[in-house]
Nanobody
């Protein structure tokens, strides 16, 4: 079993920054892809950014140039640096990881979510 532990959410004023972290633990052989999704009230969950085990990244158009995703493979941790935050970035942010275990099986895992609220 694999657990994802998120941290770093909170209340911030427009234009400010926040950094989210997500650490994976458990029976982990490799994590080919890690990412962040978000879900605002009344809306569907959407991809914010994802990162492969190398340096390949993918971003939603709405966050390009403002958010940066990175990972520390040694720590099985993914980060999301969010700059120039806007009110429309307010959402519950979920960490996601596609994990291969030592048993040879693979599964997609989700964190519990961390709230980001951008408001003056």
């Amino acid at each position: 079993q694999v657990q994802l532990m998120e941290s770093g959410g909170g209340l911030v004023q427009p234009g400010r920054s926040l950094r989210l972290s997500c650490a994976a633990s458990g029976s982990i052989f490799s994590i080919p892809v890690m990412g962040w999704y978000r879900q605002a009230p009344g809306k569907q969950r959407e991809l914010v950014a994802s990162i492969g085990s190398g340096i390949n990244t993918n971003y939603a158009d709405s966050v390009k140039g403002r958010f940066t995703i990175s990972r520390d493979n040694a720590k099985n941790t993914v980060y999301l640096q969010m700059n120039s935050l806007k009110a429309e970035d307010t959402a519950l942010y979920y960490c996601n990881a596609y994990v291969w275990s030592y048993s040879g099986s693979s599964s997609n895992y989700w964190g519990q979510g961390t709230q980001v609220t951008v408001s003056s």
